[in-house]
């Protein structure tokens, strides 16, 4: 079975869209992009547009590659003062030069659409209420919505990433499966990849998941967004271990458009929060 996060996610789109009509909503979400990365351009072009799509406003920052941190903090600061808007989402990767983390803490965490402040870290670490971080919110929408069964079952998360691998691995552990996190120094990963039942690759290696990994029957979400030849593909072989998984994801058309609908709801979610933060 294949898992259409593109068809899903426009369906919660379109929920969105009149869930913002019935609340009388007016979310705002601001990005911010530094440098000229053609990629990182273009997936905030997807946001705006999503944006437009369901009636949320949208305003973006764009800030030349030399960008220092504290230009960065100043520019987060007037975000976080302007009551006009609801979400901030300073894309990634940034520059080298610029302390990622002084930034993203410096985001006001009612403000935080990507659930990537330390406070809201804290909150998916304790299973408190708050913005989860928007792929894996997106993959755990996926399952739910297909009735993959989680509790009790064998999860394996290649990739320990901040913004993926832990909090999913969080995240399905909230869902009672058993989790096991894998990463570069991993030894003897086909060994620990053959026991799972969900299997989640967010390593960005096109190709590092072949048949002989998986056990049949196996639930495969792939998160790598990876060009070969110009073509976008997956971490997964998608050709030989589609045959043998229960259910996969594909690259394009799976996790990325839910990524995009997560942030959307993360969004309306911070709106409908205005007048008091997550509780
Ligand atoms: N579709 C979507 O919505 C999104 C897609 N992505 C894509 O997902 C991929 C991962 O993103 P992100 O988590 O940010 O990437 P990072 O590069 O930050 O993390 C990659 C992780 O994979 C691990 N890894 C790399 N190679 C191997 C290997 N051969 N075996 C085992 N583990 C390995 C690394 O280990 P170590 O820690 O030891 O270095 C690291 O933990 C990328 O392709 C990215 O473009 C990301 C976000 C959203
Ligand atoms: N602060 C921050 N938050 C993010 O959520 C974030 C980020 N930075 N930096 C980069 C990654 C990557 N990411 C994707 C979003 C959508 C698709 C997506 O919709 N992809 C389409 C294909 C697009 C195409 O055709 O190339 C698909 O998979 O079907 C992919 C990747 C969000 N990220």
């Known amino acids: 079975m294949i898992l259409d996060g593109k068809g899903l996610a426009a369906r919660r789109l379109e929920l969105l869209k009149e869930d913002i009509i019935e609340g009388g909503l007016t979310p705002t979400l601001a990005t911010v992009l530094v440098?000229?990365?053609?990629?990182?351009?273009?997936?905030?072009?997807?946001?705006?547009?999503?944006?437009?799509?369901?009636?949320?406003?949208?305003?973006?920052i764009s800030l030349p590659e030399d960008t220092t941190t504290n230009t960065m903090l100043d520019r987060i600061h007037q975000l976080n003062e302007d009551s006009d808007i609801d979400g901030i989402l300073v894309q990634l990767p940034l520059p080298a030069s610029i302390d990622?983390?002084?930034v993203l803490s410096a985001i006001r965490p009612e403000k935080d659409v990507d659930g990537f402040h330390p406070l809201n870290m804290g909150r998916l670490v304790t299973g408190l209420?708050?913005?989860?971080?928007?792929?894996?919110?997106?993959?755990?929408?996926?399952?739910?919505?297909?009735h993959i069964p989680i509790a009790g079952k064998r999860a394996v998360v290649v990739g320990r990433s901040v913004d993926v691998g832990r909090p999913i691995a969080l995240l399905l552990l909230h869902a009672h499966a058993t989790v096991t996190i894998c990463h570069s120094k991993t030894e003897?990963?086909?060994s620990?990849?053959?026991?799972?039942?969900?299997?989640?690759?967010?390593?960005?290696?096109?190709?590092?998941?072949t048949r002989d990994m998986v056990k049949p029957g196996v639930t495969v979400i792939d998160v790598g967004t990876n060009q070969v030849n110009g073509k976008l593909c997956g971490d997964v072989a998608f050709s030989e271990?589609?045959?043998?998984?229960?259910?996969i994801t594909p690259v394009p058309g799976g996790v990325g458009p839910m990524?995009?609908?997560?942030?959307?709801?993360?969004?309306?979610?911070?709106?409908?929060?205005?007048?008091?933060?997550f509780m």
């Not at 209420?129 to 297909?146: D, F, S, V």
């Not at 039942?197 to 998941?209: E, M, Q, R, T, Y």
């Open 241 to 247: 271990v589609e045959p043998v998984a229960g259910a």
């Open 35 to 60: 440098g000229d990365d053609p990629a990182s351009h273009m997936y905030v072009r997807m946001k705006h547009r999503a944006c437009e799509q369901v009636g949320i406003s949208s305003v973006n």
């Open 188 to 190: 003897d990963l086909p």
């Open 129 to 146: 209420e708050g913005p989860r971080p928007c792929t894996p919110k997106g993959i755990m929408t996926l399952l739910q919505e297909y």
């Open 259 to 277: 990524t995009i609908a997560s942030l959307m709801e993360n969004t309306v979610n911070s709106a409908r929060n205005r007048c008091g933060p």
């Open 100 to 102: 990622t983390q002084a």
């Open 192 to 209: 620990i990849t053959k026991q799972a039942d969900i299997l989640v690759s967010a390593a960005g290696k096109a190709g590092i998941i």
